[in-house]
């Protein structure tokens, strides 16, 4: 049984998609109902904030008291169009501090305004700002929350195909993988999700891709149909209840096949966006306090 903290956070979901679904919002009020999404979560106390310019793209450090010289670099949840660096801060600080390590959270370019693929190419530009600040890639995991899962990936991936050096792991959280939408879990779970709904993902997608030319199938976008061979070790974490459980499972198997080191956590009557509950929701605590010894592990921070 879902706790109280749980429930109250899946309330909390459901009036924001109450609200977005008054067809008389403006996008900008849109995404202002959306950036409110972070009161859902806490401070995580002794984390420091600081904007800075990573190559020309917006980010934000959220640094713990006492880290590591080693970096999370981060994209945030929003299908491309909504949400900020600022809307997942208090997420990543806890997720930093969970792995003692400095988190940067980049604020892509958001679509439509910026369609495929801007969002890409600012996360891969922070990626290099961070090795030219002399960060090395064994001590950089690259990571991200629903889109920002799937940009984590194709980092990854884009790295790879330039024989760049790869970040040391790859941690994907409710990620939006599948651009073609066809999962059986985006109907059978269409009345436990408390955000997202199919008109909403079709918006995002449309937002995204939409007049770009960019088939729903290109291995650049879709991280169902792209070649993982050769990536970092890779942790998946999703919420039950959401729209996006199928594709979670179905990109692990996809990792394993390619040979990879994977792992599927499953959080117990998750939501999406569950991660947004840190410091409040307690199944929230239990997998960040688990993804944190992940990173640290795979970073070279902790034994086994």
Known sequence: MASVQSTRLADFLESTRDRMNDPNLSLSTVRDVCEALH???SEPEGVTYAEVDA???PALWCVPA???DSVLLYGHAGGTVVFSMHSDRKAAGHLAKAAGIRS?????RRSPEHKFP???EDFETAYRWLLSQGYRPGKIACGGHSVGGNLAVSLALSLRDQRMPL???VLSISAWYDTELKNVTLKSNAGTDKILSMPLMEFFRESWLGGTGTAYDDPRVNMLYADLAGLPPVSIYYGAHELLAGEAA????RAKEAALEASLHSVPEGQHLFLLGAGRVPETDAAISEMGRWVRLKLGLEQK
């Open 250 to 253: 179905e990109f692990a198997d």
């Open 66 to 68: 006492d880290c590591d």
């Open 55 to 57: 190559g020309g793209v």
């Open 39 to 41: 009161q859902a979560g």
């Open 104 to 108: 940067l959270v980049v604020d892509f």
């Open 167 to 169: 970040p040391a792991a």
């Open 118 to 120: 801007a969002q890409q």
